[in-house]
């Protein structure tokens, strides 16, 4: 049973414009992170939120926005795609001092 | 800062092979470490977690331990199969206690030959 779901599993989008992509649990965690991974390197932490808490890493461009209206749900939105942008993005939830649960990912490409 | 690194960066082994993955970390002060393994295209999916305040942990073939005094963490692999071929990642939480972050090592590419 899959317990962290993002959708779509592959987004394409036009250089420029805004695109969503979401990101659910079914664990209750009250910690999600979004990370931004590029082919042949580690993930890299964009942001995450503590509960309601946003933290956002200092390094992250301000094109990258995220939500989470509830525990369950979190989206991070990417105001005007570059090319750069370009990579997989990994949710991950995680609670106390349990394991990370990560998602399959979502595969962006930008045309 | 905190810096994970992992050696060797791939790894080819013919199957029934035992191995070691290596993992150092530039700051002791880590709240737990996990290792990952992820597959081509996939997400990542935890394989062992250990509290800084323990050695080893075992799950089936594999057994990691941590040494915090010295930075470093191994991950074994005993008897290895062509369906362990994959990315291992290692990973601390640094910085904050239970509410830091991973900081991620760039990873093992193991390929099993059979």
């Known amino acids: 049973d899959a317990m962290v779901i993002q959708n779509p599993r592959y987004q394409v989008t036009q250089f420029g414009k805004p695109v969503t992509l979401s990101c659910s649990q079914t664990?209750?965690?009250?910690?999600m992170y979004w990370y931004q991974q590029k082919s042949s390197q580690a993930p890299k932490l964009l942001f995450h939120?503590?509960?309601?808490?946003?933290?956002n890493e200092a390094d992250t461009p301000d094109n990258f926005q995220s939500r989470r209206p509830n525990t369950s749900f979190c989206f991070l939105d990417i105001r005007s795609p570059g090319l750069g942008d370009a990579a997989m993005y990994l949710c991950?939830?995680?609670?106390?001092?349990?394991?990370?649960?990560f998602g399959d990912g979502t595969r962006l490409s930008i045309l | 800062k905190q810096e994970v690194t992992q050696i060797p960066a791939a790894l080819s082994v013919p199957e029934g092979e035992n191995l070691v993955l290596n993992c150092s970390f530039t700051?002791?002060?880590?709240?737990?470490l996990q290792w990952f393994r992820q597959d081509p295209g996939k997400g990542l999916t935890s394989l062992l977690l250990?509290?800084?305040s323990q050695r080893e942990q075992t799950s089936g073939r594999l057994n990691a331990s941590l040494d915090k005094s010295s930075g470093r963490s191994t991950l074994y692999i005993a008897a290895s199969q062509p369906g362990d071929s994959a990315t291992y990642l290692c990973?601390?939480?640094w910085g904050g206690g239970s509410q830091g972050n991973l900081i991620f090592g760039k990873g093992t590419k193991l390929s099993v030959k059979p």
């Open positions: 700051d002791s002060a880590i709240y737990n």
């Open positions: 991950a939830t995680r609670t106390g001092n349990q394991p990370q649960h």
């Open positions: 664990l209750n965690h009250n910690v």
């Open positions: 990973a601390v939480i």
């Open positions: 939120y503590y509960d309601k808490d946003f933290n």
């Open positions: 250990i509290q800084s």
